[in-house]
């Protein structure tokens, strides 16, 4: 322990002699460090946190699957999930959720809060228990059972200002006096963002073909995965028999809840710890190459201390000591770099993502952070310190003595870590250029509609005041003259669903005259809408007519499809006139337009798509749709106060601007462009310093040498191209290494693009050009230096 106390105190003593190179190497360090810990932040959030449930390992998510139809992971229905309940064998119990928001009256302004309906027993098998009264009764989930409500934390908290005498109370849900029974504890949002919960009251006999819930199961004690799935698939099968028309095709598959809640991240998760890998790699050599030239400045320093009998090993210690230091400091830095980039992660990420999904720095993240300082200490330190403790003695010790074979060992290391720092960064750079070409394609590409001067309001007609379609329709049609009576405005409309956000109704169709196609093509999706939806909308009606005021409730049934609809049914006639109903039975229902093609969500293919008149199918949970002549966001207070004036009870959701929803179905995309752009940047730049420094050494090294060339007659060109090669020349071995490993990386970075091949010819053309270009502009400034020596005094210089 002395004898490193006394190596920790010569190191910061010696640092502290070199603070030009402390402070560069530090924070090469910190950018390596920091980007590292940010993305390692990620994973820990994701896949190493603890889960806050009850023997996390054995809580399953169950699914139903259809193999025949490519459809996996799919909601499943309310009776098949009954019978799995009433027969499993392999669980200690089931439960199921979906979401349902809720206006909340009393106290403040009414307001649309997101809950969820849960069956019996949800909380007692995530091992959760309310922290003020009491959880759910079995009597309370059965169909016209009590209105009973469970309050989050910060709702109880932010509405009701932590008063716990509101347990037992009533409180107003959709107009409805419902009793609050218990608060859940702070920060539990189950599944994500509820903000309380109700018990799931449905009749286990109707809609076995609807799927819609959620389904989790704790597994007993010594059940395997694979037993409760076979299990789970005898019983689907059993119910295929007894229920063929909704049930034949269908099983069952059972992952563990935190696997199906973070699968779609993990790919992504590994794609960015391979890229961060790569930039800590470039930043190790690049302070490696700095400790070479250094270490060269030090061989006599060293040569002394061995003839005053300090062993090799012990000039290793010392030297690998100074490089732990310099990365320990590099942490340092690398937190606040992390702290910014976990800032930008959850700024980007969805507030509805699972609830225990949170990017904070804790105790693992900054063990993990010193952990990486340690290995990165001695990464980049152990080829400079061998390199000095072989340094001949007797020539170091020699005044003047240039140390021949050790110069020409240095140079070849530092040359070798040149390439590798170009080669990854050009894997790095490919990779970047690629997402961000991805983002912009996304960005520019067709969406069918006008997205701008447009605000939505969503809001949920439920309670008395809506119970009847009549109501909810007198209700839409009064709002929607009142805001198209406000200055600003120039049209008003309503739909159940909204473009780029994924929510739609799907359901089987049957074509009048048309074979039945697969069932994964005759499903369909659709919305309901107002008659001036398509106006507000700004989506072209570009065959036929649009829904109007007169499809009312009794009027014939009518559709407006989508072009890829009506290719795929009628791709040689007139798509107008022809009929089409839900399932295998049903009205038939005319097809009155054709409009264009509207994104569900940015990255899918067009899908099946028709729209019905609201009063055909009055729903309770709605968008309003505002399109103004300005900007649409100064509108929202005059919206938000003649929405109040319609219903004054009607609690208002996610009052924002479709570019706002634009920004938020590109998250995804916009932050793995952002850091990808980032960590390909940095990449850049330490590549470029790499080739800097190696070139800048080389000339100082060779000034004799030089000066003997113009002495005998060289130009300043001659030597100008001399210098400049032997840097281009480290640059393309490393450009061509790299091209060579992001084609072998391509097909990682394939599910992340759009409209972007991932051996985009393009790219891989000119952004090796460009990194040339950059190496040529890092080669220029110290051959200009050498262009410009004096040969007298080079002659001179040792």
């Known amino acids: 322990m002395t004898g490193l106390a006394a190596d920790l105190r010569y190191a910061v003593r010696t640092l502290a002699k070199s603070p030009g190179f402390t402070a560069i190497a530090v924070l090469t360090l910190g950018l390596g460090i920091g980007a590292t810990s940010t993305v390692f932040t990620s994973v820990n959030a994701l896949l190493l946190r603890p889960y806050p449930y009850r023997d996390q390992s054995r809580v399953m998510a169950l699914r139903e699957d259809k193999p025949s139809d490519d459809i996996r992971g799919n909601e499943v229905s309310y009776p098949n999930f009954v019978d799995w309940r009433a027969e499993s064998r392999s669980f200690d119990d089931l439960a199921a959720y979906s979401g349902r928001s809720m206006n909340v009256a009393g106290g403040d302004e009414p307001e649309l809060v997101r809950g969820e309906e849960v069956s019996d027993g949800t909380f007692r098998l995530l091992g959760m228990a309310p922290i003020v009264g009491r959880d ?59 903000q309380l919960w109700v018990p799931l009251q449905r009749d286990a006999t109707t809609g076995r073909g609807n799927h819609w819930l959620e389904v989790v199961g704790r597994l007993r004690p010594g059940v395997s995965n694979a037993q409760a799935h076979a299990e789970l698939g005898a019983i689907a099968g059993r119910l295929a028999e007894r229920f063929p028309d909704s049930n034949r095709g269908w099983t069952v598959s059972v992952v563990p809840l935190r696997e199906h809640e973070i699968g779609s991240y993990r790919p992504v998760l590994y794609i960015m710890l391979g890229a961060v890998l790569f930039v800590l790699l470039i930043a190790c050599a690049n302070v490696a190459n700095l400790q070479l030239a250094r270490g060269a400045a030090r061989q006599r320093e060293i040569a002394v201390r061995t003839a005053l009998g300090a062993s090799r090993s012990r000039i290793v210690r010392q030297l690998l000591t100074e490089s732990v230091v310099l990365a320990l400091l590099g ?41 990486v300082a340690v290995l990165t200490g001695l990464l980049f330190g152990s080829s400079p310190a061998l390199q000095a403790a072989r340094g001949d003695l007797h020539e170091s010790l020699k005044e003047g003595g240039r140390g021949g074979s050790t110069g020409r060992r240095h140079a070849r290391l530092r040359s070798a870590f040149v390439v590798g720092e170009v080669a990854l960064s050009l894997v790095l750079v490919l990779g970047a250029t690629l997402l961000i070409r991805s983002f912009v394609q996304l960005q520019t590409a067709p969406i069918g509609f006008d997205r701008s001067h447009l605000l939505t309001v969503s809001v949920n007609l ?18 929607q003259g009142r805001l198209r009576a406000l200055p600003g405005v120039s049209a008003a409309a309503a739909a159940s669903s909204l473009p780029l956000t994924g929510d739609n109704t799907t359901s089987n169709i049957t074509v009048e005259g048309v074979e039945t196609p697969p069932e994964s093509e005759a499903l369909a999706s659709w919305q309901t809408v107002t008659g001036e939806y398509f106006r507000a909308l700004g989506l072209p009606v570009v065959r036929g007519r649009a829904i109007s005021e007169r499809d009312v409730s009794d009027s014939a049934r009518v559709a407006v499809v989508n072009e890829t609809m009506a290719r795929l049914y009628w791709p040689h006639d007139e798509p107008v006139g022809k009929r089409f ?69 009607l609690g208002l959701y996610n009052v924002r601007t479709m570019d706002e929803w634009f920004r938020q179905a590109m998250w995804e995309s916009r932050l793995y462009g952002q850091m990808f752009g980032m960590f390909a940047l940095v990449a850049l730049l330490l590549a470029s310093l ?46 061509v290494l790299g091209i060579a490993g992001a084609a ?34 890092a080669c220029y400034l110290p051959a200009r230096r050498a262009a410009r020596v004096d040969p007298v005094i080079a002659l001179r210089y040792e």
């Open 136 to 194: 759910f009764q079995p009597e309370e989930g059965r169909p016209g059972g009590p209105g009973v409500v469970l309050l989050s934390h910060g709702l109880w908290q932010r509405r009701f200002g932590g008063d716990r005498a509101i347990v037992g109370r009533p409180i107003q849900l959709n107009g409805v006096p419902t009793t609050v029974v218990g608060i859940m504890p702070e920060g539990f949002a189950f599944p994500g963002g509820a």
């Open 331 to 371: 942490a340092l830095i690398g937190l606040a770099f992390a702290l910014w980039g976990n800032d930008l992660v959850n700024r980007a990420v969805p507030a509805d993502r699972p609830f225990w999904m949170r990017f904070t720095i804790d105790g693992r993240v900054l063990a993990f952070t010193a952990g």
């Open 462 to 479: 439920a309670g008395p005041a809506f119970d009847s379609s009549a109501q909810r329709q007198q209700f839409l049609a009064e709002a």
């Open 581 to 649: 109903h839900l399932g295998t039975q049903g009205t038939w229902i005319t097809v009155i337009g054709v409009a264009r093609d509207v994104q569900r969500r940015l990255t899918d293919p067009p899908q099946n798509q028709f729209y019905l008149p609201y009063p055909h199918a009055p729903f309770r949970y709605m968008t309003i749709l505002v399109r103004t002549t300005g900007e649409p966001g100064a509108l929202a207070p005059a919206v938000r106060r003649t929405l109040r004036a319609a219903a004054p009870s």
């Open 690 to 735: 790499g080739v800097y420094g190696v070139v800048a050494y080389m000339v100082a090294q060779r000034t004799h040498e030089i000066g003997v060339r113009m002495a005998l007659g060289a130009r300043a060109a001659d030597v100008l191209r001399l210098v400049v090669r032997s840097g281009i020349g480290l640059t393309s071995v490393g450009v």
């Open 744 to 777: 072998g990386m391509t097909g990682v970075l394939r599910r992340l693009l759009f409209g972007v091949s991932a051996t985009d010819p393009f790219t891989f053309v000119t952004v090796p050009l460009f990194l040339l270009g950059v190496a040529l502009l």
